[in-house]
């Protein structure tokens, strides 16, 4: 039987505050910088990372970290990226939300590998003890919707530590705890930075019947409307979201919902 994770009392409180937080500080892309903070001095690391993978690509899209206590924003190089991607697949902790489809999970090396095979991986030999990593935690989350949605494309949340302890059954408890507030947090930013232009009450009606599956000549009948004038409201609705189509209209104004 598992042994129970017991959260102390300031444990809660430090969660409670962190999903209540306002954050002003908004980057150009990725969680706020304060957030980061906010979850390095809840799980005490070494370093983190706020990642974008493309698996299929073999990319990453999206890179925000901190070492230490400085702020890392920096692409992690053409010559990283090609030793990574070398053995992502191989890596079974890298690797596993992509072959199991579970983004829920919260991820340690030592899932997957003793000590002894940890340090046999040939990812651990070419990518982590250069960096002096030893220890791994990973959240992972989907990636973007729209159209820049697709297989293979996720955020990962990276927690590492050097030589010494490892990441504790209350650190991931905590960060279980924490992954819809992070999700959401990510959702609430990328609406911060593309603001939903501004609709009329009928637009958003019919935008809702589309987002619930209608064809045009089912909205025309429901509001008593011709299918010429439905065509014509979608095409102001999709010059205002700045969009081609329906699917389009409906990822920009309901984000939460496609997600």
């Not at 999206?62 to 230490?68: I, V």
């Not at 927690?159 to 507030?181: K, Q, S, V, W």
Request: net charge negative; charged share 25%.
């Amino acid at each position: 039987m598992a042994t129970p994770v017991m959260a102390s009392g300031h444990d809660l409180s430090t969660l409670a505050e962190m999903v209540s937080r306002d954050r002003p500080d908004l980057p150009e892309a990725g969680l706020p910088l304060s957030l980061l903070r906010d979850l390095m001095a809840l799980i005490p690391c070494d370093g983190l990372g706020f990642q974008g993978f493309d698996s299929r690509r073999q990319e990453s899209w999206l890179f925000q970290g901190f070492t230490g206590d400085v702020p890392d924003d920096e692409d992690l190089g053409a010559g990283f990226e090609e030793v990574y991607w070398a053995h992502y697949w191989d890596c079974q902790a890298c690797s596993y939300p992509d072959r199991t489809g579970d983004l829920r999970s919260i991820l340690k090396n030592t899932d997957f590998y003793s000590v002894r095979q940890w340090h046999s991986t040939r990812g651990y030999c070419e990518i982590y003890r250069p960096q002096g990593v030893e220890h791994g935690l990973q959240l992972c989350l989907p990636g973007p919707s729209g159209p820049d949605a697709g297989p293979g494309r996720t955020l990962r949340l990276i927690f590492f530590r050097g030589p010494g302890p490892g990441f504790t059954e209350r650190d991931r408890a905590l960060l279980t705890l924490l992954r819809p507030h992070l999700h959401q947090a990510y959702l609430d930013a990328e609406r911060q930075r593309s603001p939903v232009p501004e609709l009329t009450p009928r637009q958003w009606e019919l935008l809702n019947l589309i987002a619930g599956g209608r064809t045009n000549t089912q909205i025309a009948r429901q509001l008593g409307l011709s299918e010429g004038t439905v065509r014509t409201h979608l095409e102001n609705i999709y010059s205002r979201l700045e969009v081609s189509n329906r699917t389009a209209a409906v990822v920009r104004a309901f984000p939460d919902r496609v997600a």
